[in-house]
């Protein structure tokens, strides 16, 4: 099956600071790319889609200032939390579609813990 | 119209047991119909899918049924084993390349 990584899988960082996300696809092109957040015993929140060499589309209550969102090649996207405070603490997870085909594979997530 | 609901919200099964999660949909336009699983700490893993043109899928030990005039699927996971214990997302898209819209998750429990 496809295969997709991120880094770190876990980080700490002080408030104020900017923590930078990666998420690959590993054995093919990603066309496409979701970025979400996931609070403890809760679904997945939608975050963004990242079209490569495309801005991303960020859903309604994410600040785009904020959570920015490179996708600059077909198997790297990179989600950049600016200036971090403790309530963005969260598991950031990654999604990636290939050209064609539904199929979303998701990356092992990122625990984020600003402090 | 873009809410996929799902229950029961935690479910407990005896081992060998057959582990049933059911959802909902509104939008009759959603043409994709994935499962996910997920272990504590991990991100999700896809586990089956099913398009709406097929009533039934079966993958080893787990099957979608799929009811398009009652606008409902639902995963069935026969003879359930400690190792399914893990939480299961349904979820629906509308079409390729557009995002996912996930349910609210079942936490599943088996005991041994």
């Known amino acids: ?115 | 119209q873009q809410q996929v609901k799902q229950s029961p919200q935690s479910l407990i099964v005896q081992k060998g047991g057959i582990s049933i999660i059911n959802c909902a949909y509104e939008n009759t336009a959603f043409d994709y119909f994935p499962w996910y699983q997920q272990f504590p700490g991990k991100g999700p893993a896809l586990l089956i899918a099913i398009r709406p043109d097929v009533s039934e899928k079966k993958e080893g030990r787990f099957t979608i049924s799929f009811n398009k005039s009652a606008k409902q699927f639902s995963l069935h996971i026969m003879d359930s084993q400690p190792g399914d214990s893990a939480t299961y997302f349904c979820a629906a898209t509308l079409q390729a390349g557009t995002a996912l819209i996930f349910g609210k998750g079942t936490t599943l429990s088996v005991s041994s």
């Open chain 1, 1 to 115: 099956g496809a295969v997709v990584s991120q880094h770190p899988s876990w980080v700490i960082c002080k408030s104020g600071t900017s923590v930078k996300i990666e998420c690959r696809s590993l054995d093919f092109q990603a066309t496409t790319m979701f970025w979400y957040r996931q609070f403890p015993k809760q679904s997945l929140m939608l975050m963004a889609t990242s079209n490569e060499g495309s801005k991303a589309t960020y859903e309604q209550g994410v600040e785009k200032d904020k959570f920015l969102i490179n996708h600059a090649s077909l198997t790297l996207s990179t989600l950049t939390v600016t200036s971090a405070h403790p309530e963005d603490s969260s598991f950031y997870i990654c999604s990636a579609k290939g050209q064609g085909g539904y199929e979303q594979y998701f990356g092992p997530g990122t625990r984020l813990t600003v402090t």
